[in-house]
């Protein structure tokens, strides 16, 4: 009897051991390499910064007041600002690639299935080019002498001598471009599952257009819908290289600015606390996002 | 299924869109060819610059290595990652500790790059000040790199393992294979698909990246989308720049259309397989 249970304990050891020795390697690694370096990140926040911008004791909330717009000089709004920017931008971003993605997710499924796997290819491979050159490519169209800038300037939407980019606009095209596949492929993913014995039977009740799609279509692609809403809106929230290159001086985002404190003007606990805030508002973001999901329903594919 | 007008309708919307996806990338390849910034005509001049730069040469090389180097260590901690939580996790396991490996793997991708980036130059400047281990260079990049590949390789190769049959490994134990061999002459075959679609993910994903290179970059580490970046901050878009972003364009549009194409060929020869033994 005694045996026996030592045999099962024996092997439950072993099975550990197994996986311990598989699973071990790379759960440790990001573990070391980025589990423990954001710990230390966000640590940094309730620090105090000497003159080169290097955490120093004692501690301090000073990082947090300066991310309210508390300084030396009094209260400034220019940190809510670029916080509501942002948060606007990735909204936009997000909407345009979901008005977007709708038609091309049926486009796709009204073509032979044989050739829907390249064109869903030629969807997501302009994603899979350097971060850099698909941005920068923006400036080559919407840059001051590019041929769009010259329609814009044409029909009186630009001043002269003035392009579409670095501004508000190159930034939204930017982000929703860099993002599109993000939100197409989830919605491809629940469209393809779609019951269409269901669209028939609206159909046969005399519903059409609009109304059809709304209550036979639409309801069956929320959850693929929903996943890709948090694909590209955290992503876009807090991009770095889009507003960096397309964005200019006055469109300033949350990212840049994060990055500004590690780079161009060190302050790492301000740096650091900007970051923490930025994190909590995407999840508070993810979680009011989740309770409205719950409340429209079928949002399980929604949970990462 | 879809009616005939609104068929009209999407391809009408769609057409464009496909257009406009590929238009910018279009437009750097164009101006690649111009002799010299904002004037007409067409030469390989700035080809011919780009091959003469050592600067740029060296930069390539670069990014090649961090590319090969980063995914062949993350494809190895990855395939074994995803085997052994397929195989050896404790199933009936509940609650929050049981969650703890999905966790931790799926942190590398819900966080926003520059968040991960940031993290890692503070942790190695720290590491580095503290033990003069880990300079900032290339060594701290392919570090980084490997920690966002992991994480898609294993849930690629995982993916490949859940759609197995269970009794197979059961079948190579009755054959006396231990651990090591059923792992050598049993998973590495079966699983060698999505190694290599891991693999080639990962190369992809490296090559993608900007944010993570350019926080964990040092002063002689200067990658190729690290050079363009600083090239556009220095003397704005020349033709030297759309050249090299055309060779990149041009040379992971190339890789994928193979991919495709070599994988869709073998999927249907194993499909033709598969019937061929039903009959």
């Keep these: 009897m005694s045996a026996a249970k030592t045999e099962v304990e024996y092997e439950a050891g072993r099975q550990r051991l197994r996986l311990l020795s598989t699973a071990g390697p790379g759960l440790g690694w990001i573990v070391l390499f980025l589990l423990v370096p954001s710990a230390v990140l966000l640590g940094i926040a309730f620090f105090s910064a000497d003159d080169y911008g290097a955490p120093v004791l004692p501690l301090s909330v000073q990082p947090f007041q300066q991310v309210a717009g508390f300084s030396l000089l ?14 606007q931008q990735a909204g936009i971003a997000t909407l345009v690639s979901a008005v977007l ?3 091309l997710v049926f486009f796709i499924l009204s ?8 064109l869903l290819l030629f969807i997501v491979l302009p994603s899979w080019t350097n971060q850099v050159v698909r941005t920068y490519a923006w400036l080559e169209l919407l840059g001051p002498d590019a041929p769009v800038t ?12 003035l392009g579409l980019a670095p501004g508000s606009f190159a930034v939204t095209t930017g982000l929703a471009y860099n993002y599109l596949p993000y939100m197409i492929v989830p919605l491809y993913a629940s469209a393809e599952k779609l019951d269409w014995t269901l669209v028939e ?14 209550h036979t279509v639409f309801p069956q692609t929320v959850p693929g819908l929903l996943s890709g809403v948090i694909f590209v809106a955290i992503p876009a929230f807090g991009d770095y290289i889009v507003p960096q290159l397309l964005g200019g001086d006055k469109a300033l985002m949350i990212g840049s600015l994060i990055a500004n404190q590690f780079t161009e003007t060190p302050d790492w606990p301000y740096g650091a606390a900007l970051t923490i805030i930025m994190l909590v508002l995407t999840g508070l973001g993810l979680i009011g996002f989740r309770i409205l999901t719950k409340k429209i329903g079928g949002g399980e594919e929604a949970a990462i | 299924m879809i009616p005939r007008s609104v068929r009209y309708l999407l391809s009408g919307i769609s057409w464009p869109v496909y257009i406009l996806l590929y238009t910018p990338l279009a437009l750097v390849a164009y101006y690649s060819f111009a002799p010299a910034p904002n004037q007409m005509g067409h030469s390989l001049h700035a080809y011919g610059v780009l091959f003469h730069d050592a600067e740029v040469l060296t930069a390539l090389q670069r990014s090649l290595l961090l590319a090969f180097f980063s995914a062949t260590i993350s494809t190895m901690l990855g395939t074994l990652l995803g085997y052994g939580l397929c195989r050896f996790r404790n199933r009936r396991a509940k609650g929050v500790l049981a969650n703890i490996p999905s966790l931790i793997i799926y942190t590398p991708i819900i966080m926003p790059s520059l968040v991960f980036g940031i993290s890692e130059l503070i942790f190695f400047n720290f590491v580095h000040t503290y ?6 260079g290339l060594q701290t990049m392919i ?17 490949r393992l859940a759609g197995l049959d269970p009794y197979l490994f059961d079948a190579s134990h009755d054959l006396y294979a231990d651990g090591i061999k059923s792992f050598i002459h049993l998973i590495i075959p079966v699983v060698q698909p999505a190694i290599i679609g891991g693999f080639l993910l990962g190369i992809t994903l490296s090559i993608d990246d900007f944010t993570i290179s350019f926080f964990t970059a040092g002063p002689g580490s200067v990658t190729l989308p690290i050079y363009i970046y600083s090239a556009i901050a220095r003397k704005g878009i020349t033709p030297e720049v759309n050249a090299i972003g055309t060779l990149m364009i041009g040379s992971i549009i190339a890789l994928a259309l193979i991919h495709f194409f070599i994988t869709r ?14 009959t």
């Design chain 1, 150 to 161: 010259w329609i814009a300037h044409h029909l009186g939407i630009v001043p002269p001598y």
């Design chain 2, 131 to 136: 033990t003069g281990l880990l300079a900032a």
């Design chain 1, 111 to 118: 073509r032979p299935a044989s050739i829907r796997p390249l």
């Design chain 2, 143 to 159: 570090i980084a790199h490997i920690t966002f590949q992991v994480p898609y390789v294993t849930l690629t190769v995982f993916a």
């Design chain 1, 101 to 103: 993605s709708y038609p």
């Design chain 2, 265 to 278: 060929h073998r999927e249907r020869g194993s499909q033709f397989a598969a019937r061929g033994n039903i």
């Design chain 1, 74 to 87: 009094g209260w400034d709004s220019g940190n809510i600002v670029i916080f509501l920017r942002s948060l």
């Design chain 1, 201 to 214: 039977a609206g159909r046969d009740l005399y519903a059409s257009g609009v109304k059809l799609f709304w």
